[in-house]
């Protein structure tokens, strides 16, 4: 069964940078859509982005297009979001996903089966 462990979170300052990775294991990522959700205290998940292992399409949404990054490393077998221009408001709980509709790209957690546990990113000055 496929399990997920995040890393990488930690503290930055505000405009800083951060990489997460997704660590996969008891299965190849290749049928799953991995996607990235953010969980801010007092807020619901919110959906960050997310790709398709099948065919390597992404989806990034409003919120953190253009800063934030979603990627493949098939060496390692991860999947990670690099964060740039962190905010204030980047501070939350990521937690990474993975959905078994290999083909199809979407944030609805619903469609999302196999969760990792999270990693603590720190924005603050």
């Known amino acids: 069964q496929l399990q997920l462990v995040e890393s990488g979170g930690g503290a930055v300052q505000p405009g800083g940078s951060l990489r997460l990775s997704c660590a996969a294991s008891g299965a190849t990522l290749d049928d799953y859509t991995i996607g990235w959700f953010r969980q801010v205290p007092g807020k619901e998940r919110e959906g960050l982005a997310c790709s398709a292992m099948s065919d390597g399409s992404t989806f990034h949404a409003p919120s953190v297009r253009g800063r934030f990054t979603i990627y493949r490393d098939k060496d390692k077998n991860t999947v990670d979001l690099q964060m740039d221009r962190l905010k204030l408001e980047d501070t939350g709980v990521y937690y990474c996903?993975?959905?078994?509709?290999?083909?199809?790209?979407?944030?609805?957690?619903?469609?999302?089966?196999?969760w990792g546990r999270g990693t603590q990113v720190f924005v603050s000055s």
């Open positions: 996903a993975a959905s078994t509709e290999k083909y199809v790209i979407s944030l609805a957690e619903s469609r999302y089966t196999f």
